[in-house]
């Protein structure tokens, strides 16, 4: 029984990380003279979570939380965190951010800042490129396995 409920609580964390780390797919597209994208998350980008809508897409860029450090924690041999960066879409009502629309490296965000910077002047064509954050991915993966395996063997 024990083993059991040590496997549902592993499931239950694994499915949480899953589900707090969408694959993200931008959708962008250049309509009478406007540019438009579709921000779709799934889990493990099949299981569909939202659909985020951005009309007149001005620009776009990336931002990035700075990393928290541990009070107590400021001497040169630790190791620093990483950063998050997000993509936000600017419209003349404002800044758009989805939600999930992260990741720990800029270089695919940076992509699909360029790719909607030559769909605003017009050099550029249609895309659709995927983003994801691999560590709660992997991690969400690892539980959920171990938690069902205890579910089916666990006593």
Do not use: W
């Not at 993509?87 to 800042?113: H, K, Q």
């Not at 995927?130 to 069902?148: E, H, K, Q």
């Amino acid at each position: 029984m024990q083993g059991r409920l040590i496997g549902l609580a592993a499931l239950l964390l694994g499915l949480g990380a899953l589900y707090i780390a969408p694959v993200s797919t931008v959708s962008c597209a250049r309509h009478d003279g406007r540019v438009s994208c579709r921000v779709e998350q799934a889990i493990l980008g099949i299981v569909p979570r939202h659909v985020t809508q951005v009309d007149e897409v001005l620009s776009a860029g990336v931002d990035s939380n700075a990393p928290f450090a541990d009070p107590g924690k400021n001497r040169v041999t630790d190791a620093e965190p990483n950063k998050t960066y997000h993509l936000a879409f600017l419209t003349p009502r404002g800044r758009v951010a989805p939600r999930g629309l992260d990741d720990s490296d800029t270089s695919a965000l940076d992509a699909i800042v360029q790719q909607i910077d030559e769909l605003e002047n017009g050099s550029g064509s249609p895309f659709t490129q995927r983003t994801y954050d691999t560590l709660p991915i992997v991690v969400g993966l690892i539980f959920s396995v171990i938690g069902i395996g205890c579910l089916i063997y666990g006593s």
